[in-house]
């Protein structure tokens, strides 16, 4: 499996901290979702870190057995 990891509200959102998913390319595996979580997920803000690393283009992404994807909402601060 892998894992889906949701920071800040989009884990409210997810309703879960971490979701395990089959492997395969993003585009599937966000397709399995809700559709209203897929939408928050696929924000412009929203920022992606693959096994730790940020994304600056998911196109093409294919998660493997044991990859984790986390998906980063923007920060606000005050």
Do not use: C, H, W, Y
């Amino acid at each position: 499996m892998a894992r889906l990891v949701f920071m800040g509200r989009l884990e409210d959102a997810a309703g879960a901290a971490e979701l395990p998913v089959e492997p395969g390319p993003v585009e599937q595996v966000l397709a399995r979702l809700d559709p209203a979580l897929a939408v928050q997920l696929l924000g412009e803000k929203v920022r992606m870190a693959l096994n730790g690393r940020l994304l600056t283009d998911v196109g093409g992404i294919v998660l493997a057995q044991g990859d984790e994807l986390a998906f980063l909402p923007p920060v606000s601060g005050g």
